[in-house]
């Protein structure tokens, strides 16, 4: 079957799911119409994103051994493996969602742009729309995979490093390579251009659908990903011209208990944050693979703990001493940290706050620090309570950029801690001696080191896929 190469993942997942996925058999529907094709973009797959679990190997992320409240047993195995940097968390045959998912989405995304400017119905500006965010979905998840499955972008090195598989059409009889690091990122790059020309400034019927504010979103990541703050300082203005709006949390409040809105049953609830197609902070709306993420499944590092105070409305709402709230036991009175709740149903993709955060990087490492300040300020405004609040100024900081700089990735770490973004943020600052850094974890007493560029940061290729392509060159 050396015909299945990429997609094998696709046809072994798909049985009884998603019917646009079965590769045109004859007893299936086909997508004919612009609704067709919408469809595709409105389904339960293309709404899920990422691997949260990847936010195991951080140093934002503690899992306690001891009993009760032991979270390190209860991860799956491959969420242990993660949290003690093995490079190889997924055997064959067991499913790495990041790949699989990943792929398939793209899948969805080829579907799309291969075929949606010949559909029946609607004019040709709805088509283009309609591709346009193909184009932007299919570029978030190339330059999620990138991140997990390749060293960081470095423009010395990336042309000859091994990237992933560039997915750009729907085939699977069709035969793909591993591109370099390089060539993914063009690609990204070429894509949510491409996006930004025809996307609506409005998402359409929910934000699980794309806006022209994402679009610059994803470009200001890329670009403060590739280390090039001056684009992703445009991008991120850009982004932000057009959405800027932030909700202020000290309006949020614990409701005990939930249930979590428009979802099936009724799981433990929390807060009254709206979920991330409510949230007024999303720019694109996306849920973890699982129904809550990381929630309840994973502490604060004493690290990250130490971070936070008692008048952020970060650490009040998202945090917990004990989950459920009157448990026997307390992870604050035992390891002085807390146990994470935001999980699933908040503004877990692209959104207004990276991008003031984005823009505040750049401002600080163009030693613009009052500007710098400025955005942090306007966050921190909106999390912190009014009565602690402070806006800071660069006096603040003995007017000195670095000590401005440090505050501004202090506050991204605060606000992004577990959507994804942490372990991204140490493989680019390892890139400069002055952010190297050790993540530590132990685990069943024994002491786990992640040394800064460290291969261990690379995920190895799903065997299931590497299997039926032997010449894909393996990470070490």
């Not at 590769?23 to 293309?46: A, C, H, R, W, Y």
């Amino acid at each position: 079957m050396k015909r299945l190469h990429l997609y094998i993942i696709v046809i072994i997942t798909l049985s009884g799911c998603d019917k646009f996925l079965d590769i045109k058999p004859k007893d299936k529907f086909i997508p004919v119409t612009v609704s067709d094709f919408e469809n595709m973009l409105n389904s339960g797959t293309m709404v899920n994103f990422g691997d949260q679990y990847w936010d195991l190997m951080s140093d934002d992320a503690f899992l306690p051994e001891g009993e009760p409240g032991n979270l390190y047993s209860k991860q799956q195995p491959y969420g242990r493996l993660i949290y003690t940097f093995n490079t190889s968390p997924y055997d064959q045959g067991n499913n790495d969602f990041m790949w699989s998912e990943g792929y398939k989405r793209i899948f969805y995304c080829n579907t799309v742009i291969n075929n949606i400017m010949e559909a029946t119905e609607g004019t040709d500006a709805n088509r283009k729309s309609v591709r346009a965010e193909a184009y932007l979905f299919r570029a978030m998840e190339h330059l999620q995979m990138v991140n997990i499955y390749a060293h960081h972008y470095d423009a010395a090195t990336a042309a000859s490093q091994p990237g992933i598989p560039i997915a750009l059409i729907a085939d699977i009889n069709a035969k793909f390579v591993r591109n370099s690091v390089q060539e993914v990122y063009d690609q990204v790059l070429s894509d949510a251009n491409a996006a930004i020309a025809d996307l609506p400034v409005k998402n359409k019927l929910t934000k699980f659908r794309a806006s022209k504010a994402g679009g610059y979103a994803l470009l200001a990541r890329t670009y403060l990903f590739m280390g090039d703050y001056v684009n992703a300082r445009k991008n991120a203005d850009l982004a932000l011209s057009l959405q800027s709006e932030l909700a202020d949390m000290n309006d949020y409040k614990i409701i005990i208990p939930g249930p979590f809105p428009n979802v099936p049953g009724a799981p433990l609830g929390w807060t009254d944050i709206p979920d991330a197609q409510r949230n007024k902070e999303t720019i694109v709306a996306r849920h973890f693979l699982r129904p809550f993420g990381l929630g309840m499944d994973v502490c604060a590092s004493p690290e990250l703990s130490a971070l936070f105070s008692n008048d952020d409305k970060r650490w009040t709402l998202y945090y917990a001493d004990g989950w459920p709230p009157a448990p026997p036991f307390n992870y604050m009175n035992r390891y002085g940290v807390k146990i994470f709740l935001r999980g699933d149903y908040y503004s877990n993709y692209l959104n207004v706050p990276e991008m003031y955060l984005v823009r505040a990087e750049c401002f600080a490492r163009d030693n613009k620090l009052a500007e710098a300040l400025a955005d942090v300020n306007k966050l921190r405004e909106n999390r912190i309570v009014p009565a602690a609040y402070k806006a800071f100024t660069p006096a603040d900081f003995d007017n000195d950029a670095e000590k401005v700089l440090r505050f501004v990735l202090e506050e991204r770490r605060r606000e992004m801690a577990f959507t994804g973004i942490r372990v991204i943020d140490l493989k680019r600052l390892n890139k400069e001696a002055r952010f190297c850094k050790t993540v530590k974890h132990t685990a069943e007493g024994v002491e786990h080191e992640l040394l800064p560029g460290s291969d261990q940061y690379l995920r190895q290729l799903w065997p299931n896929a590497t299997i039926f392509n032997p010449e894909w060159p393996l990470n070490p």
